[in-house]
Antibody, heavy 121, light 108 residues
Framework: QVQLQESGPGLVRPSETLSLTCNVS????????WSWIRQSPGKGLEWIGY???????KYNPSLKSRVTMSVDSSKNQVSLHLISVTTADTAVYFC???????????????WGQGTLVTVSS | DFEMTQSPSSLSASVGDRVTINCRAS??????LNWYQQKPGRAPKLLIY???NLQSGVPSRFSGGGSGTDFTLTISNLQREDFATYYC??????????FGQGTRLEIK
């Protein structure tokens, strides 16, 4: 059973870069696509993007210009970088596995517990 | 854009009730629809994938249906632990994955 644990700074200054790491355990990191999803306080879920161990990525068009995701297979880690943050980027950030079935259907399972990142000066 | 709209936004029910949550897609997504349950302070949990398939370990009182643009999540014989927020999510467009705004299920 794959397990995910997010880590990173809980406070980021406006205009700086938000950087998070997701530690993957319990299964091969090359078996899944890896995704980041965020949830602003009291709000719904927003897909940020996904990355495969080959380096292939897909990002939410609304965030594409500011987002970079990568996989470090040697460390079993997935990374998220979001540049030029504003207070609107304050959210709980979840790391999750994006499971594909028959190259058509896909779903998010499992999820990490999430980490709160506050953007404030 | 694949906009997902859930109804109702909130719902009050009693233990033992049967409830249905609706999810409508702005365009056809075939059966590429997943449902998640989220409790306060916790990560979402996958309940249903591909519209009607129950995820392993999820109680059989949860069921999903629909195709095209209209989908439902039904919970029969509500239990206390089912009171949570539920989200639908379309996976038809892998380059634009979107969620519904959520339905909060509260105890009456």
């Amino acid at each position: 059973q794959v397990q995910l644990q997010e880590s990173g700074p809980g406070l980021v200054r406006p205009s700086e870069t938000l950087s998070l790491t997701c530690n993957v355990s319990g299964d091969s990191i090359s078996r899944y696509y890896w995704s980041w999803i965020r949830q602003s306080p009291g709000k719904g879920l927003e897909w940020i993007g996904y990355v495969y161990h080959t380096g292939s990525t897909k990002y939410n068009p609304s965030l594409k210009s500011r987002v970079t995701m990568s996989v470090d297979s040697s460390k079993n880690q997935v990374s998220l970088h979001l540049i030029s943050v504003t207070t609107a980027d304050t959210a709980v950030y979840f790391c999750t596995a994006l499971f594909w079935y028959q190259q058509a259907f896909n779903w998010f399972d499992p999820w990490g517990q999430g980490t709160l990142v506050t953007v404030s000066s | 854009d694949f906009e997902m709209t859930q109804s109702p936004s909130s719902l009050s029910a009693s233990v033992g009730d049967r409830v249905t949550i609706n999810c409508r897609a702005s365009q056809s997504i075939s059966r590429h629809l997943n449902w998640y349950q989220q409790k306060p302070g916790r990560a979402p949990k996958l309940l249903i994938y591909a519209a009607s398939n129950l995820q392993s370990g999820v109680p059989s009182r949860f069921s999903g249906g629909g195709s095209g643009t209209d989908f439902t999540l039904t919970i029969s014989n509500l239990q206390r632990e089912d009171f949570a927020t539920y989200y639908c999510q379309q996976s038809y467009s892998a380059s634009e994955i979107t969620f519904g705004q959520g339905t909060r299920l509260e105890i009456k």
